[in-house]
């Protein structure tokens, strides 16, 4: 039987404290009470933890989800990165959710601002090396795990960005191309143009534009994968007159010797590492026309943060999400005058819930391919981005530049 009592609990130095828990007080550790204290913090929406046969209720009002530990992490680890601690535990099975996973998520991850980290003790992992190298390492161990892989559950385009629901009932595919339609009537291309995509992905933006403006294109990107993908479909759509894509470093683009009127850049300067933002921006102005349009697409955070521990060290090693205004500083002192900014912060939310749907579907090839820790790891990527983006933890934004003055743009939101 559980009770509800007020239990001493004697931790840290004699510091004792009043939990009020639904709980088998008696059954617990030292060591799992400590825990229990630990979660007690994240209380803004109720929840339970079950630790064996014993239940701790978190919070005020009926339980949103049940939090089951087979195995509790450690004080230390929890201490130098809860996120680190916590999404481990979910992946090696350590820790389940009884109930939807995104569902929790959500509730849970709009308290990441009491997560610990310690960035002493992490700091290899949150400030790594900005070097040429080591960002084509970094870039290759996400994009090249596999396009079969990543064919699973992205849609037919192959994009592997924020998608734009034009309509409620959009399917994610149609959101794709909206997002890409979106883009291009944006950069206000026109017959003949030239076009630079950098972080070009699978190529499917540039075909479009190709296709439709019959622009000459560009693409650059770090992942081998991406570009004999993006070469496949060059062939296949008989661009190949119109359209290259290149192995390249955006700081090697200034040696090109290359000038284009458009230049885009979708999800790719979360990549470069918050001390190369300007030198970014420097070689985008440095192949693009005076006058040119510069339409940056790209996910973005209020304030500037490192990052999260668990992203990180898993998902995006070396990835930093730029805040709006410091992007907007530095295009100010280089004559980068903004034109438009729209976010698609609930977009990308929809999105991500559309790729954990089409994953979920195809989970037993993934744990076939890999195993069921990556799989667990993957779907908690997905369902913890996409809450964090509904809980403007992190943000989307288009900004559309032009490089120095242009009167030649509408002067109206034409797309």
Request: net charge negative; charged share 30%.
């Amino acid at each position: 039987m559980f009770r509800r009592d007020k239990v001493i609990l004697h931790l840290h130095r004699g510091d004792i404290r009043l939990i009020e828990q639904k709980i088998g007080v008696t059954e617990m550790n030292l060591t799992e009470k400590e825990f229990v204290k630990f979660l007690s913090k994240f209380d803004e929406h109720p929840f339970d933890v079950k630790i064996g046969d014993e239940v701790s209720h978190i919070g005020k009002g009926e339980s949103e989800f049940t939090v089951i530990f087979h195995k509790i992490p450690s004080m230390k680890e929890l201490l130098t990165s809860t996120s680190i601690a916590l999404g481990e535990a979910y992946m090696d099975g350590k820790l389940e959710i009884e109930g939807d996973l995104y569902h929790a998520l959500n509730m849970f991850l709009g308290q990441m601002g009491k997560f610990s980290t310690d960035k002493k003790a992490l700091k290899k992992l949150i400030f790594s090396s900005l070097t040429k190298k080591n960002q084509q390492k970094e870039v290759s161990s996400h994009y090249d795990i596999g396009n079969d892989f990543y064919k699973m559950w992205l849609d037919e385009t192959m994009s592997y960005s924020c998608g734009y629901f034009k309509n409620e009932n959009d399917t994610l595919y149609q959101a794709q191309c909206n997002k890409v339609d979106r883009i291009l009537e944006k950069l206000n291309l026109s017959d003949g143009m030239t076009l630079c995509d950098i972080g070009c992905g699978w190529g499917f933006l540039l075909i479009e534009a190709a296709k439709k403006y019959n622009i000459k294109g560009v693409g650059i990107t770090l992942s081998r994968e991406q570009k004999a993908k993006f070469e496949q479909r060059i062939k296949e759509e008989n661009l190949s007159d119109r359209l290259e894509v290149k192995l390249l470093d955006y700081r090697d683009l200034p040696k090109q010797h290359m000038e284009f009127d458009r230049v885009v850049s979708v999800g790719m300067i979360e990549h470069v590492g918050r001390g190369n933002y300007e030198e970014f921006m420097q070689c985008v102005k440095s192949v693009l026309k005076q006058g040119g349009v510069f339409v940056l697409h790209f996910i973005s955070a209020l304030k500037e943060y490192p990052g999260d521990a668990w992203v990180k060290k898993y998902i995006f090693p070396g990835g930093v999400i730029p805040s709006l205004r410091e992007i907007m500083q530095i295009a100010g002192e280089l004559r980068f005058y903004t034109v438009d900014v729209e976010s698609l912060r609930r977009h990308y939310n929809k999105t991500l819930l559309c790729w954990n749907e089409n994953f979920q579907q195809h989970r037993a090839e993934v744990v076939e391919m890999f195993d069921e820790k990556f799989a667990r790891m993957w779907e908690l990527y997905l369902c913890a981005c996409a809450a964090t983006f509904m809980n403007g933890i992190i943000d989307l934004h288009q900004i559309v530049f032009t490089n120095d003055v242009n009167n030649e743009l509408p002067m109206t939101r034409w797309y």
